[in-house]
């Protein structure tokens, strides 16, 4: 049974920066594509980024503006997002997703439990 566990959310400023680590278990860490999602106050989940099992395919939401980066470590078996110049509308719970597919979607078969980010203005 595959399981992702996220850590690296906390309380930061406007302005600061964040890495946010994934670990998949379970399963062959090569085999799945991870994306991020975030749940903001009162809102729907929504995406945040993918990234392929290759790391040859890798988008972003709109609203990332360049400020996030996805990666992976293979040898970790981990998914990093480094989010910089984080604003007060990044506050959100953060969860990982994975899936067989090269894209992974809202209806992603595994999930994380989540991390908090809270960014203070």
């Known amino acids: 049974q595959v399981q992702l566990v996220e850590s690296g959310g906390r309380l930061v400023q406007a302005g600061g920066s964040l890495r946010l680590s994934c670990v998949l278990s379970g399963d062959t860490f090569s085999r799945y594509a991870v994306g991020w999602f975030r749940q903001g106050p009162g809102l729907e989940r929504e995406f945040v980024a993918t990234?392929?099992?290759?790391?040859?395919?890798?988008d972003y939401a709109d609203f990332v503006e360049g400020r996030f980066s996805i990666y992976r470590n293979l040898q970790k078996s981990t998914v990093y997002l480094d989010m910089n110049n984080l604003k007060p509308e990044d506050t959100a719970v953060y969860y990982c997703?994975?899936?067989?597919?090269?894209?992974?979607?809202?209806?992603?078969?595994?999930w994380g439990q989540g991390t908090q980010v809270t960014v203070s203005s």
């Open positions: 997703a994975a899936d067989l597919q090269i894209r992974v979607g809202a209806s992603a078969r595994y």
């Open positions: 990234i392929s099992q290759a790391s040859t395919i890798v």
